[in-house]
């Protein structure tokens, strides 16, 4: 553990030591590309797949059986968003892709 100022840092395990440096120095992942260089993209070594789905997979879950449950009860069958509500999404996307562009050609 080393510390900086008042956060602890731990030694990630997709940081590993180098083999040919001095003991605590941090080497990048070596990734081995396969014979067509499509294979290393599958593999869960360095990947941020197993982090994301820790947080993605409950949060699909909860919206999944919600659509079921908002679509299969009456009670909710006349609610929309309306004119309003699709033209206050059109207008947020077209901001943040606005923003997007921007941002990735300074």
Request: charged share 10%; glycine share 6%; with cysteine.
């Amino acid at each position: 553990l080393r510390s900086c100022h008042s956060f602890t840092f731990r030694r990630s395990a997709w940081l590993r030591e180098a083999p040919d440096t001095p003991r605590g120095d941090l080497a990048m992942i070596q990734y081995d590309p396969g014979n067509w260089s499509l294979l290393f993209a599958c593999s869960l070594r360095g990947s941020v797949f197993p982090k994301a789905f820790v947080w993605a997979a409950p949060c699909s879950t909860l919206s999944i059986c919600m659509h079921t449950y908002l679509h299969n009860n009456p009670n909710f069958q006349e609610i929309s968003a309306g004119v309003v509500g699709a033209s206050v999404l059109s207008g947020f996307t077209f901001i943040l892709g606005f923003l997007v562009v921007f941002r990735s050609q300074q």
